[in-house]
């Protein structure tokens, strides 16, 4: 038994093997270069001398390589079995967690070193497949001073939210003066402008890369002819069938959507409000907001109220300080979610006032900030600092991403807007397919399957806490994940892991056990 153990201890399994996989067919003798023996000697030193495990594990993974790239064996260094397993338990009593060396070089290093391998080509790349705004700054500045300088936007208008708007950018003329684009997608975008909206403000403007037509922003917010040309039948909003009072859409018991007016700050080609964002501003009236929080006031079933829009941040502060207020005060509404994409496009918008009055709201009862980013471009010092702030106000800020054809269907993007945002202050909530209801952006949407891959590749590979779910808008959420579940076998379930298609076997609650009644505390009633 000198194998297992010494002064008593015993030595795992897992170390023996490792062990015996040292030790094997030592009877050739090699001879080991100078510097290894020097290494090793070092590291033996070090391991016998200290209270510390680094040299220990540094030795044993030495001596680990050596054995499989050199077939040399520790006794060609004089090292002996004895010794090692001295060390080795020297190791797991000094270790808080009584980890064993074999645990640790044997497997937990190889672990590590196989889940690096699955993110080697996306760490290389992701800077340039999905630069963030932040990464992008320095472009973005000349992009911005290019813009002033065309427009004669002043510095302190630029960083005001009413100068944002003042210079938004909603006719080709204008447009083609600050990006510069290609004559037939001049011609394009006029004849889609004949027919909808386009609202970009400068800042949003100066996130676009100047001479990448698939510039994912450019994207998202100047409209091509396909919006027109698409052939198909709109199928009509969700409004029109889930409206049970002015403003209101409902169709879940607990929860109640406040459309509070239907103004953006600039409009994105995939919108799937487009029908209510309309040809034109609204002001909403106060009784119309009236008779939707009466709705609400007398539906005691709704916890939840979501502000949204168009761009709940759109409204001037003193409305969003009532309209939260009023929520407030009603004792059925446990909490409130105000919907925007104002921190993106335009965070000149948040201002010591607002920020005052989410904290106020949020102190009586938890206020969530739901946005959309959906790329790591849209993510800019500028907009990182606007959700830094919200963030100290609110409970959360949740991002609500579409996906989108050529702007971030593929795994790396996501993964990167994904981990950018959440760089950014921000929670990855939802992953939305891009809505069927509306021919206008069909060139835009992607299939479930592509969407499905993306999402489940990041499993494994990303934090958790930087997953969204992917979900379908079909009257209602509908979650479109694939089943990780692989098939059942007596009485275990067998999954399979997302990352690498492994299948692990997971004991199901036995329904015998589940079924008895009379169990921890209960079983002493009566
Ligand atoms: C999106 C939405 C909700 C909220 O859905 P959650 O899954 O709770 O985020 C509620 N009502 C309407 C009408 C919606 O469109
Ligand atoms: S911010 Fe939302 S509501 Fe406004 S245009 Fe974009 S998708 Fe539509």
Known sequence: MDNMSVNGSEIDSETNELLDFLFKDTKVKRNAAEKDKNKIIGLLKNSE????????????????????NKGISPNDFGINRKKLITLAIKHQDIDEHYVTIGGRVGKALNIVKQANERVRDYLADKKKAAPSGIELWDQIQQNAARIK????????????????????????????????????????????TKNYRMRLTPYYAS????????????????????????????????????????????????????????????????????????????IYSKEAYEDALNYIRSNPNIRDVLITGGDAFVLPNKYVK????????????????????????????????????????????????????????????????????????????LNQAVLLKGINDTKYKMWKLCETMQEAYVRP??????????????????????????????????????????????????PLHRSNVARKENGSIILRKPWSGAEVSYPDADPKVYNENRFSFRKFKE
């Open 49 to 68: 001398d200290n209270k510390r495990t680094t040299p220990i594990v540094d030795l044993f993974r030495k001596l680990l390589d050596l054995r499989n």
């Open 207 to 282: 996130l676009i890369i100047p001479g990448k037509p698939d510039d994912p922003v450019l994207q998202q917010s100047v409209p091509t002819g396909e919006m027109v040309d698409n052939v198909g039948v709109e199928i009509p909003p969700v409004a029109a069938d889930h409206s049970p009072a002015r403003l209101i859409d409902q169709f879940y018991p607990q929860v109640a959507a406040m459309k509070v007016t239907n103004i953006c700050a600039m409009y994105c080609t995939h919108c799937l409000r487009i029908a209510h964002i309309g040809k034109m501003d609204k």
């Open 149 to 192: 300088e065309i427009m004669g936007i002043s510095d302190e208008e630029w960083n005001s939210y009413s100068g944002q708007l003042r210079y938004a950018i909603e006719d080709v003329d204008t447009l083609s003066k600050v990006i510069a684009l290609p004559k037939k997608a001049i011609e394009d975008v006029t004849r889609v």
């Open 429 to 478: 909530y939802y992953l939305f397919n891009c809505s069927f209801r509306n021919p206008q952006f069909s060139h835009l949407r992607v299939p479930v399957e592509v969407g499905r891959d993306i999402v489940e590749s990041m499993y494994g590979n990303i934090s958790g806490d930087a997953i969204p779910r992917y979900i379908a808008a079909a009257g209602g959420k509908i």
């Open 322 to 397: 009532w309209i939260l207020n009023e929520l407030d005060s009603i004792e059925h509404v446990k909490m409130k979610r105000l919907g925007t994409r104002i921190p993106i496009t335009t965070p000149q918008r948040i201002d010591p006032e607002l920020l005052d009055i989410l904290a106020e709201s949020n102190d009586k009862k938890p206020l969530r900030v739901v946005v959309q980013i959906n790329t790591a471009q849209e993510i800019t010092p500028v907009s990182k600092k606007a959700f830094k702030m919200i963030s100290k106000r609110v409970s959360a800020i």
